[in-house]
């Protein structure tokens, strides 16, 4: 199994969730998240919260890390998860895939709840493809 690293500017949200997700589908710890430049004080209550509520997947003991040299070398896939306006631009050196996900910030329940199911079916995709 590879060791996946999934990024995004704040690694508040997504990143946290695709990390949570991947984890838990794979059974095995071997993704992790981080920031570019600016990791949040911690995870969002709200990414805590969607994830407990629709996977039963508890990452309330998760922490924004910020992204290192060391990370981007030892990942064998690095994702970007974000919107491509507001994204983590990394050195050319180190190729990422991108996922189009949106920020959950200032969207309606039911949008949320949407690009969640997107996030997951994703992260199994990729969890499959690996395996």
Same mark, same amino acid.
């Given at each position: #199994?590879?060791?996946?690293?999934? @990024?995004?500017?704040?690694?508040? %949200?997504? =990143?946290?969730?695709?990390? /949570? ?9 071997? /993704? @992790? ?5 600016? &990791?949040?004080? $911690?995870?969002?209550?709200? /990414?805590?919260? *969607?994830?407990? +509520?629709? %996977?039963? @997947?508890? #990452? =309330?003991?998760?922490? &924004? ?5 060391? #990370? *981007? ?10 919107? &491509?306006?507001?994204?983590? *631009?990394? &050195?050319?050196? %180190? ?10 910030? $200032? #969207?309606?329940?039911?949008?949320? @709840? ?5 996030? %997951? ?7 499959? +493809?690996?395996?």
């Amino acid at each position: #199994m590879a060791i996946v690293l999934f @990024i995004c500017k704040e690694n508040a %949200y997504r =990143s946290q969730i695709a990390e /949570a997700l991947f984890n838990s589908i794979a059974k095995k710890n071997l /993704a @992790i998240s981080a920031s570019g430049a600016e &990791p949040a004080k $911690g995870v969002s209550g709200d /990414a805590i919260r *969607l994830l407990k +509520e629709n %996977y039963g @997947i508890d #990452m =309330s003991k998760q922490m &924004p890390k910020m992204l290192s040299e060391e #990370m *981007l070398k030892r990942a064998n896939r690095v994702i970007t998860v974000c919107d &491509p306006n507001d994204c983590v *631009l990394l &050195p050319k050196k %180190y190729k990422a895939e991108h996922w189009n996900i949106p920020k959950f910030e $200032g #969207m309606e329940e039911e949008e949320k @709840i949407k690009n969640l199911k997107l996030l %997951y079916s994703m992260v199994k995709e990729l969890v499959s +493809e690996l395996e």
